[in-house]
């Protein structure tokens, strides 16, 4: 078995309630690194189409990758993979906290939940004895995320979930510490087996090929981190919510239902104004990560815990047109405790008030006014009343209520917080990423619209072809399991410190965005390993993987996604954008909204798939990609 | 004509105002000089601030127009912008 890999899966039965270690298929290994590359190559061939995603035949898979148990910077991530009960494709979401570094500590690799229980149970797992229990668990049923894992012990390593996710909301998550796996409803799968919480332990050591060389590499990188812009300034001092400035300034942040991109109260819902107003400390990090995006927040009634990020601040914030950090934070807290995506939520909050405006539904809630939304919240999690419909996501309640063209979602899965009509290329990524209307799939926007080296978001150029680059490279970090954000380091301090105006800056955004195919071509070089996640993997499996290579490894894992969703009926049809996107101009002198039709086809020939937007046998033999 | 300005947090910070408004600018360049102006004795301060942001006008960065020489229409918006990274 390959350094870096605990060489075994566990396989438990819930209804049995029995369970075996199994090898590790070394060969998908090194076909689709871990993480969720290798999660949903088991996910493809260990279930049938159609399989209903709260059923028994859904498997709820927790993977881990060869980086994680490691002490390189934003290593400790999980991936979940299933299908979605939300969108009723490709379901996954990745996870900091320490449940990660639990799993390998305790020597799996991948842990598979099948079938499922008829009453609420947890599992204890003692990976050096080998050994599963199943306890019961109704004293925990009812109970938030934050007292379960207090009643399980602040020490150990846990996922959990809250009430959402035993309510079935169908974008319920999974928790650990107060990291929650957000997205694609894969706590109301937990829920659905009745499974409360797992708690990992286990004295197993990462084995790595050469060790000395990772430890001298990583001292390295933790340096640079530590000097560089992003990552060792704007996140450690203001979080994701850093970035409100930004895409206030670029009229990309939602507001009001994505009805415009600019909110005069946007700056007291940002990270800087958290740190001078909300801030109380830094503690909430995922486990060994200098970084430390986290900020900790008191919440009136709670005391000190989790603060919000980015998506939820513009989500709750300039999305409901609420400019009250206090009120966002307590939101965000709601949703933590009881186990909810904050996306999908600020989505479907919004989407309810557009509907009340317009005389379509009773929601008892309005744009601009924060009363009502915390008992919302609540009725959601628990779905009573109103909040039965709203726990179904913004796709199903415009079936019910109409509002299809401002239903803010692509596939099911409810939007991020970059405006596509100012990000092109985001928009791209919305409407092809296999998991729905996701920015963490690629966040093509930091090298078009809010990063140090942006193109111009508003025109074709590249726009067709940056998606492809980031999805993929996505998928490879969310294989290892790595977090996104290590990729912002890409960008080195130097380019940061340009002024923007400046003739070398012009000059590079000029190069980069006229680079045409180069750009692609580039990427899919076989070289040696260069950036610290390839030399991280090289140092550790002792497979040398330079960037092309991981192109490849991410467009294999992005193809079979595809491949599933093709299968369970999502097809090139759901390639698509809301029409309040396509059709509503938000910037001045637009006449429409985003291009998407002029741009798919490229988008199609990039990949490789035919213009009806299927993968082609030829593609899928170059990736090895067997369906 | 009205022209509406917003600053990065930290020119807000440092210079006390976040977002306001201008009259009778009818260029990015009327608007940085109308700014400068407004801001005093803390000019030099507003200046250094401008060297790591850039100017966009209703969200678009004015190199994508036509600089500073861009021309502005009443209720435009001037936003000084500084790349950053979230999630």
Redesign the interface.
């Known amino acids: 078995m390959m350094k870096g890999y605990a060489g075994r899966t566990l396989e438990v039965d819930m209804a049995a309630r029995t369970f075996v270690f199994k090898p590790l298929d070394e060969d998908q290994a090194r076909l689709y690194i871990g993480g969720k590359g290798y999660g949903t190559r088991l996910l493809y061939d260990r279930t049938e189409a159609g399989i209903d995603p709260l059923g028994p035949d859904n498997p709820l898979i927790f993977a881990t990758g060869p980086l994680n148990g490691s002490v390189a910077p934003q290593s400790n991530r999980f991936a979940v993979v299933c299908k979605s009960p939300l969108t009723g494709g490709i379901g996954n979401a990745a996870c900091g906290g320490s449940f990660a570094y639990g799993m390998k500590r305790a020597g799996i690799d991948v842990l598979v939940l099948l079938n499922r229980s008829n009453t609420p149970v947890r599992l204890e797992i003692d990976g050096d004895a080998g050994n599963v229990r199943f306890i019961d668990a109704a004293d925990l049923w009812g109970k938030g995320t934050y007292e379960t894992q207090e009643i399980l012990g602040k020490k150990k390593y846990h996922a959990v979930i809250g009430p959402a996710g035993e309510n079935l909301v169908l974008y319920a998550g999974i928790v650990s510490n107060e990291r929650i796996a957000g997205r694609t409803g894969v706590g109301a799968v937990m829920g659905s087996k009745k499974l409360k919480a797992i708690t990992v332990s286990g004295s197993r050591k990462l084995e790595m090929d050469d060790p000395d060389a990772f430890k001298e590499y990583t001292k390295w990188v933790r340096g640079m981190f530590k000097e560089h812009p992003?990552l060792g300034e704007?996140?450690k001092r203001f979080g994701?919510?850093?970035?409100?400035?930004?895409?206030?300034?670029?009229?990309?942040i939602p507001t009001k239902n994505f009805q415009r991109?600019?909110f005069?109260q946007a700056?007291q819902v940002?990270g800087?104004?958290m740190e001078?107003h909300e801030l109380v400390g830094v503690k909430s990090s995922c486990i060994h990560c200098p970084v430390t995006?986290g900020r900790d927040v008191e919440v009136e009634g709670v005391g000190r815990v989790k603060g919000p990020?980015?998506?939820t601040v513009a989500l709750m914030g300039p999305n409901l047109e609420i400019g009250d950090l206090k009120k966002v934070s307590k939101w965000n807290y709601l949703a933590d405790d009881f186990g909810m995506d904050t996306i999908s939520l600020g989505a479907v909050l919004s989407f309810a008030m557009e509907l009340h405006e317009r005389g379509d539904l009773d929601a008892g809630i309005r744009f601009g006014d924060p009363s009502g939304i915390s008992d919302l919240i609540g009725d959601i999690a628990h779905r009573r009343g109103l909040g039965d419909d709203l726990a179904e996501g913004v796709m199903r309640m415009s079936r019910k209520y109409g509002g299809h063209d401002f239903a803010m979602h692509v596939k099911g899965l409810e939007l991020s917080a970059y405006d596509p009509r100012?990000s092109y290329a985001q928009g791209v990524e919305y409407a092809t990423t296999n998991r729905g209307g996701c920015h963490?799939q690629g966040a093509s926007m930091?090298l078009e619209s809010?990063?140090?080296l942006?193109i111009?978001p508003?025109n074709l150029k590249l726009k067709a072809d940056i998606p492809v680059v980031q999805q993929n490279l996505a998928c490879a970090i969310n294989s290892m399991v790595l977090c996104?954000?290590t990729t912002?380091g890409m960008i080195p301090k130097f380019v940061?410190?340009m002024?923007?105006?400046s003739f070398a800056h012009?000059a590079l955004s000029f190069a980069l965005e006229n680079s045409g195919s180069l750009f692609m071509k580039s990427q899919q070089l076989k070289g040696k390993p260069m950036l610290w996640w390839e030399k991280w993997l090289t140092y550790i499996t002792g497979e040398p993987l330079s960037g092309g290579h991981l192109q490849e490894i991410g467009g294999r894992v992005f193809n079979l996604e595809r491949m599933y969703n093709l299968r369970e009926g999502v097809g090139a049809d759901t390639d698509t954008l809301p029409p309040r996107m396509l059709n509503e101009p938000?910037?001045?002198g637009m006449t429409s909204g985003h291009p998407l039709g002029q741009l798919l086809p490229r988008y199609y020939k990039n990949r490789g798939w035919s213009p009806e937007g299927i993968p082609t046998a030829k593609t899928l033999e170059k990736l090895q990609v067997h369906v | 004509m009205k022209i509406t300005v917003e600053l990065t947090y930290a020119m807000g910070k440092a210079l006390g105002a976040n977002r306001f408004e201008v009259e009778n600018a009818t260029t990015v360049a009327d608007v940085i000089e109308k700014t400068k102006a407004r801001f005093g004795d803390k000019a030099a301060e507003f200046e250094k601030l401008t060297k790591i942001a850039t100017v966009a006008v209703n969200g678009v960065l004015m190199s994508y127009r036509k600089g500073k020489k861009t021309k502005l229409t009443d209720g435009d918006v001037i936003s000084f912008v500084k790349a950053a990274a979230g999630g």
Do not use: W
């Open positions: 992003v704007s996140l994701t919510a850093g970035i409100v400035g930004t895409t206030q300034a670029r009229n990309i991109g600019n005069d700056m940002s800087e104004y001078d995006c990020e980015y998506e100012g963490v930091y809010v990063g140090p942006t111009n508003q996104i954000f912002y940061h410190e002024n923007p105006d012009k938000t910037f001045k």
